[in-house]
């Protein structure tokens, strides 16, 4: 009796998953030679073997054909396992994560939460999903990604396979440019998504806004994440993220305030100066013009930027600037 065709299928790709664990790499011709099916056949497999999960990789021989492989060892890693206490901090991190709405990445979060709803009694998830919601903000302000959805699919598979490509970036009111880049690492900064890595162009790490990018092209060449490469590489000395040379600012804070900026710590240089009168001096080194007084602006009226000369000027400015639009 003819098998169906659904077991027909389903013993094709256990065949192609056998030969790309069993080898370092394998080619479309030799996959439909073996399989005895087409190359269309052979890429639809392939397509949907790196859609149910496994880490699939695309490389490129030396002479030139594309070839195809699993992440040395995957196989060899066990099951993750989670304890209850575990759980409620992955439910609690989870609520933080509203501005990924649209966004690849929540379709795995929902996908990973599925499994873990699966796994678990109904009265523990409801448990689970109540603390959650009841510690979860309001938020304001949150980005839309869901216009942006083809270029974080394509961003994720150059991150997580190391493939280079072109990015076309438009800063803020300026033309768009192209890059050849080699994206390293994902950032969340603010409630937005940058992409960090290496702009051939630049000669240098950089850091994109994932809300400027009109488009990415995917290349099959590969690169290497420099062995000492570290993520605070992309940001220097800046007290967030825009890296500018750097100055010791100091800023005194009334005592209204002041409990409000001894409960954190705001830069890994920052210093505290206690005053009689509840007050106190804070002090740090750090780049970042724009980042430091849109911080500083938080804190009106209860703040005085003691120096550099520079920053107190441009603080000043912009509050004569405000009160001359009202």
């Not at 703040?303 to 550099?308: A, F, Q, T, Y």
């Amino acid at each position: 009796m003819k098998p169906s065709k659904k077991y027909s299928q389903a013993a094709r790709l256990h065949n192609v998953i056998r030969l790309l664990e069993g080898r370092y790499g394998v080619t479309v011709d030799e996959l439909a030679e073996e399989c005895l099916v087409t190359r269309r056949t052979v890429y639809r497999d392939l397509e949907a073997i790196a859609e149910a999960g496994y880490p699939l990789m695309r490389d490129t021989a030396s002479d030139g054909r594309a070839v195809y492989s699993f992440l040395t060892g995957f196989r060899k890693i066990p099951p993750i396992t989670f304890s209850l206490s575990e759980l409620m901090t992955l439910y609690l991190c989870r609520g933080q994560l509203g501005f990924l709405r649209g966004t690849p990445f929540q379709e795995d979060l929902d996908a990973v939460f599925g499994r873990i709803r699966s796994s678990l009694p109904p009265r523990s998830i409801v448990h689970l999903e109540r603390i959650a919601e009841a510690v979860t903000p309001h938020f304001q302000g949150i980005r839309d990604y869901r216009g942006k959805k083809e270029i974080l699919e394509k961003l994720r598979r150059s991150l997580l396979f190391q493939y280079r490509c072109t990015i076309r970036y438009a800063p803020a009111r300026r033309d768009a440019e192209d890059y050849l880049f080699d994206p390293y690492t994902l950032m969340f900064y603010k409630d937005s998504l940058y992409v960090g890595g290496y702009a051939h162009n630049r000669k240098a790490n950089r850091l994109f806004l994932v809300d400027r990018i009109l488009a990415v092209e995917e290349s099959d060449e590969r690169f290497e994440v420099p062995e000492d490469f570290r993520p605070g590489d992309l940001t220097g000395s800046a007290f967030g993220l825009i890296d500018e040379d750097p100055m010791t600012v100091r800023v005194r804070f009334t005592n209204e305030v002041s409990h409000l900026i001894r409960e954190r710590i705001w830069h890994p240089s920052q210093t505290l100066e206690e005053n009689p009168d509840g007050s106190l001096v804070f002090s740090f080194h750090a780049g970042g013009e724009k980042e430091i007084l849109s911080w500083l602006y938080s804190y009106l009226p209860h703040v005085e930027v003691l120096s550099p000369k520079n920053l107190r000027e441009s603080f000043l400015e912009g509050l004569k600037k405000a009160l001359n639009r009202q």
